[in-house]
């Protein structure tokens, strides 16, 4: 192939500390795998700034390149599903955990763990969606399987400026359920509501202290925990759903089981980091029927480069961060 090293944000935790940045390594030092992808796009998650911080332990080996998303172009494949040419992605699965992720030129992941590039979107738009984008429709998808239904109530998105709780936001508001965004950004609210948001509150107006409170609503997507996730379970009508995706708040649940055993309420733990193959494709499938290339890029998305990646970081670590960051990594993508 002619290529011997690659551009890639890599992370350290060495006698030297812990440090990340951009580097040239050798083709040959990336992870195994039966897949070799030249890595057009990738995306910016929570996940991705505490790995390149160091604010959170998320890598299990050093060095690793970082980046938990990444889609692009087969170049080389040792396995009968993909071959070269065929336009794929990969979310999670180990991406920066225990295998080189997609900061990176080329990435090279075992076959189980890529997905052929759906209809109607991009490779970039895909990277708009990432893990946060899958997490929202993994959260619908198991939402809808234990008969979530819109005459229940109205779907509360907890963290409704985040990546996660932006999407949930809009993908919610297409599969037809009122969304009511709760979230700390008041500043926001007429952007939220042009996602499809019918109503949007701060978080002060559903915190409650109380076991069990009205139903407020049919049910929850919360990417925050702590009080908020508490508060969620306790304000859910009988049957209703309360998915739970994110710890930004805490790891931590101070709560009664009498939402579960009076009104039948359930919580639903969304781990999207590991999801099996056969239900990944599920969930890119009902992504690619709800969203298209012109109702993502109204997400407020900014492409940046690699060396842009500690700037988006911090800003996301600090609460400062606001819309969709997606990380270009072959200037001839488009």
């Known amino acids: 192939m002619g290529i011997t090293t690659i551009r ?20 040959e030092a990336l992870t195994p795998g039966d897949v070799l992808i030249d890595v057009h796009y990738s995306s910016v998650n929570y996940k991705d700034a505490l790995a390149g911080t160091g604010k959170g332990k998320i890598l299990r080996r050093f060095p690793l390149n970082g ?4 889609s692009g172009v087969v170049i080389r494949s040792e396995c009968r599903q993909f071959k070269p040419g065929d336009s794929v992605l ?17 990435v090279r992941v075992p076959h189980q763990h890529v997905i052929a590039l759906p209809s109607r979107l991009s490779l970039r738009d895909v990277m708009i969606l990432g893990t946060a984008g899958f997490t929202a429709g993994l959260a619908l998808l198991r939402m809808l399987e234990n008969r979530q239904k819109p005459e229940l109530g109205p779907i509360a998105v907890n963290g409704a400026t985040g990546g996660v709780g932006m999407l949930a936001t809009g993908l919610f508001a297409k599969a ?5 965004a709760i979230s700390g950004k008041p500043e926001h609210a007429p952007f939220l509501k042009s996602l499809g948001a019918a109503e ?81 494709e599920r969930v890119w499938r009902l992504l690619a029927d709800h969203w298209s290339s012109e109702s993502l890029n109204a997400l407020k998305v900014r492409e940046i480069g690699l060396e842009g990646l500690p700037e988006q970081f911090e800003g996301m670590l600090c609460g400062r961060s606001f819309g969709r960051a997606v990380v270009k990594i072959n200037a001839n993508a488009c």
């Open 67 to 70: 980046g938990i998303d990444c």
């Open 200 to 280: 949007v509150f701060p978080r002060d107006d559903v915190l409650t202290d109380k076991p069990m409170d009205s139903a407020r609503f049919g049910g929850a997507v919360d990417s925050v925990g702590g009080a908020m996730l508490a508060s969620l379970l306790a304000q859910t009508a009988p049957y209703g759903n309360v998915a739970s995706c994110g710890l930004v708040s805490g790891i931590e649940l101070h709560a009664t089981v009498m939402p579960f055993i009076i009104r039948g309420v359930s919580l639903l733990g969304i781990a999207s980091a590991g999801t099996e193959r056969a239900l990944r």
């Open 8 to 27: 890639a944000f890599r992370i350290h935790n060495d006698a030297e500390g812990y440090r990340s940045g951009v580097e040239q390594i050798p083709l």
């Open 176 to 180: 037809g359920f009122e969304v009511h």
């Open 90 to 106: 990969v979310t999670g699965s180990g991406l920066s955990e225990t295998l080189d992720g997609g900061y990176s030129q080329k």
